[in-house]
C-alpha cells in the first residue's frame, strides 16, 4: 500500500479520487489518503463533502486514522492486526493519534485482542500517555500495554469510596493486568480498603477583560530625537488583530497588549500564546469557539501541584496539570488565562464623547 508521502507527492487526478471516495472503492485507509490528497491539492473539507459525501469530521477522521495505520506498520505490527485495522476501526486508530509509534502499535493489538471500543479506546491511549512519562514502571507492575492500562484503573480504584465503583475498577484493572505482580498488586484493593484520595484539581486562573483602560495600544517605537524623515517614514503600519489587539511585522516576531496585572509585572520572562478551550484540561465548555491567551513564564519551570504548567509532548507543547512530580521536560508556569472583552457597541469606544439627549 502506498504510504501517504508517495500519494501527496505525485501527480493528484481529483476526479479519480472523487469517484474513488463517492463509490467508496478500497479501504478506509485509501479513503483517508484519498481525502488528504484532495485537501493538499486545495480542496476544502466542505467541497469534498459536496462531490463525495464524506462530511468533513469524518474526512479528519479517515486522514488521521490513516496516518496512525502507516505507523503501526512501521512499528512493524503483527500482520493478523494490520489486517484487522485495514478493514474496519478508523474510530479506534484516530483515538491513538496521541501516542508514541511503539504504543500506538502496542494499544492496536491490545485493542484487537480485546475487542475495545472507540469510548474504551481513549481512556486506554490517555492511560500509555500518562504511563510513558515514568522512566522505570510504577512498584509492582511490568513495562507491558496491559500493565499500563491495569495501573490507572488500579490508581483509580485506590481513591474510590463507593464500593460499587471501587469494584468496577478493580475489574476493569484485573481484565488489562498481564503480569502476575501487576495482579496481585490489583487483587490486594480486595481486602485493603484503604481509599488514597487524590489531590483537587486547580481551578484555570481565567479573567475576562472588562474595561477599556485594559486594552492598551501598541505602537511601534521610531527612534530617539533628534531623528531623521527617512527614518520616521520607516516604520511600519500595524493593524491589531481581533479580540486581543495582536501585532504582527515582517518576519517571525508579534506583539500582544496585556494588562499590567500583578501577576504578569512580576513575570521574568513572560510569553503569550494563542489558545481555544478545548485545548485546556479541566475547562466546563470546551466546545466554546472562543479564542483565549495564555500567558506563561518560561522562567519558572519548578514542579507546584497548585499550578498548571507548559510542558514539552514531542514536537508540540501542552497546558498540563501535574498533581505529582515528573519526569516531563516543563517549560514554564501558567500565570494567566485571558478571555476578551466583550464589546456590545464597537462604535461607541471609537467616539470622543457620548451626550445624551
Known sequence: MASSDSVTNSPVDIDQLVTQLRHKAGTWVEWGKACQALQKSGLRPQEIF???GFEPPQQNQVIVGAQVYDSIVAAGTPAP???????RGSDILYELRILTQRDRARAAELARQQGLD??????VAKALKEYAYFKEPPSGFSDTAGDAIAY???KLARQQSDLAARSRLIAQALRFATSEMARQQVESLLTDLTVVKSRPVPTLPTYRLETDSELPLVVPLAGVLPLSTEDFQAVPVIEPEEPFGIVKTAGPAAWVPVPGWQVVLQAEDPVGILAKPKHLPNVQNPDNPETVLLVIDRA??????DS????AQGD??????LPEPSDRQLLGKLLVVMRPKRILDENYTRELMQFDD
Open 81 to 87: 492486526v494490520l489486517a484487522h485495522f485495514e478493514q
Open 308 to 311: 498548571y504548567c507548559l510542558t
Open 152 to 154: 490507572t484503573y488500579w
Open 316 to 321: 508540540t507543547v501542552a497546558v498540563e496539570w
Open 118 to 123: 472507540a469510548d474504551t479506546i481513549k481512556d
Open 300 to 305: 519558572q519551570r519548578d514542579w507546584d501541584a
Open 50 to 52: 459536496e462531490r463525495t
